[in-house]
């Protein structure tokens, strides 16, 4: 069943009854509130009075209310959303996917009773209310499967340009084309990438090309609304296109050096916008082929998934691996870790990349071949699917985390549709 928008004003007497109660409150009481509050019912509050309007929008308090998610796990969980795009590829997509997997609290394999394929994927029976939010794309030049997520706001690539949205105030802003005093040839969108520089207190997007001097990053600031070059070209070449892992206070790609042509994670940092190298694994297979994937693994690590086959006849493998790598420490080579992942979800473990999301022991992939979604326990080792009713092919997945960071130069998403399936 599709509804129309759910109405967002508040009504006179709700609006009276609530500056009733505010009048008897301390501000900063009003503040703690609110802080507590989902985006969308700070996006109706707005109406109440001046005072709420001048706070909600106040860039302290919209700090406030991003940080409460971050410091409060009850508050986080509430406020994280999947975001991904079906085969079209014309529109995003957002719901609540641990209210989803809420609704199978009971199953064997959420509760590390191992795999279930036995009964199907996760969500083919599902039977509860699935409301999951459309954000129509400003064109129709296709949505990119790599993008990346800060502060509540999602960079992804639509065609060869660059769009940052925030999908929980329901704006987006389609980022200037370089100009030509950056440099001869184009700026691709092949790898690029987005976070917060907290010395700035600004975001910035950063883009790439590479020339056959290396690699040229440009910079696009947030306050400043335009792009400036990182003036030297590092040694290193682009090896697939992909969105930056942030972690760190950087950006995080798999490249290759100019010098012998070996691989190595790069590290763009956002404050000093120096890169530094970061080593593979000593023990990384190495076949006549391969695939290495950077992800992020739960929150705080990065992992590499690798597929590489040691024997191919006619283009067909006849042998090949999967390894699943997890960096410990950050930064520091001893701390890769080998961690075992056996997996009838998909053959290639390159393909499983992981999205960003973890409940407990499992983490959520997507897979860059059947364009399905699954989840991994990595304690006892089981994989199961994910379905989401009703969108049988999903191209990417990603998490943000609902906040009211505004964009400056915003505009309205051109159409919403909510969709409420009752699969009973």
Known sequence: MVSSPPVVAVS??????????????????IREILSRLPVKSLCRFRCVSKSWLSLILDPQFVKMHFNKAIE????????????????????????DLDEFLNHYHDHPFLNGLGNCNNVG???????GDLVVTRLKLPSCLGFSKYYSESCGLVLFRLGWELCVANPAIRKYKKLPAPTAELGPGPFICYQFGFGFDHTTDDF????????????EFIVYAFKTGSWRQIQR????????PGAGILLNGGLHWLMRRLEDNSRVIVSLSLAEEEVREIPLPLDLGVGVSDAPELGLFFKDSLCIAHTFITEMVNEIALTSYNEFWVMKEYGVAESWTKRKFLSDFESSVSSLLPSGYWRENHVLFWSGISDMLGMYNFNDFSCEGLSIPGYPTVIGAGFYVESLVSLDDHRDFNEHIQHE????
Do not use: H, W
């Not at 399936?421 to 009973?424: D, I, K, Y």
């Open 121 to 127: 994927f996760i969500g083919d029976d599902y039977d």
């Open 12 to 29: 006179k007497a709700m609006a009276d009854q609530l500056t009733k109660v505010c009048r008897s409150l301390p501000s900063d009481i």
């Open 72 to 95: 409060n796990e009850d508050l986080f969980y509430q406020r994280r959303k999947l975001l991904f795009a079906d085969g079209k590829g014309d529109s995003l997509y957002s719901f």
């Open 421 to 424: 399936r009752n699969l009973s």
């Open 233 to 240: 070209p590092f040694p290193y070449k682009t090896i697939r």
């Open 204 to 215: 910035k997007v950063i883009n790439s090309r590479s020339t056959k001097d290396g690699v």
